[in-house]
């Protein structure tokens, strides 16, 4: 699957990892970039921990890639590769201080599943974002135009597709998802998907928890 950067679009992973440090606060430690693909936002975050980056994806080749990308970078001590889906983490409970992921939730066979695993894999005080966007500080016209090339692009496929996008881009939807997951403590942050035209498109859509610190829990 390919990554949705553009050539042409300024990047927006920094972008993203801005909202990531602003809404989690997360301690260092071991971080993980669940449904990497390529890597990209992983190496955002890499710029602001000096701790170990578990990229995780269930497809190999788009790991090898960021393996390669890892090393040219001389990262490659950090990034550890897992294949694997979030509706089964093959992560140890309570191992990661941070669980990150960009654009991916949308494909899981199973969100509820993926969340309920996301939260086992925390440890207590350890904090997810889970979601898609581009970034609070992604700017306007380039949110604009990547939303309208998105869009586009879903329209192309017929009115089910542009309903079942919109849908899983629904805050109901993402609240939803962490009720089935067994989780009350939730933020559901962002609009969905909005049009083009509206001037907070793009801002994306997550949701954030942080495992409790009093209770283990599952
Ligand atoms: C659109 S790409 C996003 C890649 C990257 N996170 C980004 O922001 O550019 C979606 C990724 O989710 C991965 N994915 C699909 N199903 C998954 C699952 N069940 N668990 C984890 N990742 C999954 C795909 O292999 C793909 O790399």
């Known amino acids: 699957m390919p990554a949705q950067q553009a050539d042409d679009l300024p990047d927006y992973y920094r972008c993203v990892v801005h909202d990531v440090m602003q809404m989690c606060s997360p301690q260092q430690g071991v971080w993980?970039?669940?449904?990497?693909g390529e890597g990209p936002l992983g190496f955002a975050l890499a710029e602001r921990t000096d701790g170990v980056l578990v990229l995780l994806d269930p497809d190999v080749e788009a790991l090898q890639r960021a393996l390669a990308t890892a090393a040219e970078r001389g990262l490659q001590g950090r990034m550890v590769p897992v294949?694997?889906?979030a509706e089964s983490l093959p992560l140890a409970r309570g191992c990661a201080d941070l669980v990150v992921s960009r654009g991916s939730i949308y494909f899981w066979d199973d969100p509820p599943a993926g969340v309920r695993e996301v939260?086992?894999?925390?440890?207590p005080g350890g904090k997810a974002m889970l979601g898609g966007g581009?970034?609070?500080?992604?700017?306007l016209w380039a949110r604009r135009e990547f939303i309208r090339?998105?869009?586009?692009?879903v329209r192309k496929k017929g009115p089910e597709a542009v309903r079942a996008f919109e849908e899983v881009r629904k805050p109901e939807t993402f609240?939803?998802?962490?009720?089935?997951?067994?989780?009350e403590r939730v933020q559901v942050v962002g609009e969905g998907a909005l049009p083009e035209d509206d001037p907070d498109t793009g801002l994306g859509m997550w949701l954030i928890f942080e495992k409790d610190k009093e209770r283990q829990q599952t």
Do not use: E, F, I, M
């Open 149 to 153: 090339r998105r869009r586009q692009s």
């Open 119 to 123: 939260h086992r894999a925390l440890r």
């Open 32 to 36: 993980v970039d669940l449904g990497c």
């Open 83 to 85: 294949v694997g889906r």
């Open 134 to 139: 581009l970034g609070k500080t992604y700017p």
């Open 175 to 183: 609240r939803r998802w962490a009720r089935q997951a067994g989780l």
